[in-house]
Nanobody, 116 residues
Framework: QVQFAESGGGLVQPGGSLRLSCAASGSMFSIYAMGWYRQAPGNQRELVARITSAGSTYYADSVKGRFTISRDNAKNTMYLQMNSLKPEDTAVYYC??????????WGQGTQVTVAS
């Protein structure tokens, strides 16, 4: 079963940038549609961005124009470039297949905190 490990989070000032990485185990990564999700305290987990195996992308309205999702299938890795960060982007960010499979499990995620 494929597993995912998120990294790259941290503390950044409003207007700053971060690049998140998602490393996938296994050999089937390239065929999966993948998503970046986030969960802020007291909120439900939400989809931030999605990329298909062919590279087609989708962004939530709240991040459109600021975030860029990409993938490198040769490295079994997906990325989320986050620019012009806002305090409301503060959350734990997770990566996983999209749509999230019924039998799927979440990794530990990576904390992103946007504060001055």
């Amino acid at each position: 079963q494929v597993q995912f490990a998120e990294s790259g989070g941290g503390l950044v000032q409003p207007g700053g940038s971060l690049r998140l990485s998602c490393a996938a185990s296994g050999s089937m990564f390239s065929i999966y549609a993948m998503g970046w999700y986030r969960q802020a305290p007291g909120n439900q987990r939400e989809l931030v961005a999605r990329i298909t195996s062919a590279g087609s992308t989708y962004y939530a309205d709240s991040v459109k124009g600021r975030f860029t999702i990409s993938r490198d299938n040769a490295k079994n890795t997906m990325y989320l470039q986050m620019n012009s960060l806002k305090p409301e982007d503060t959350a734990v960010y997770y990566c996983n297949k999209h749509p999230f499979p019924y039998s799927g499990t979440w990794g530990q995620g990576t904390q992103v905190t946007v504060a001055s």
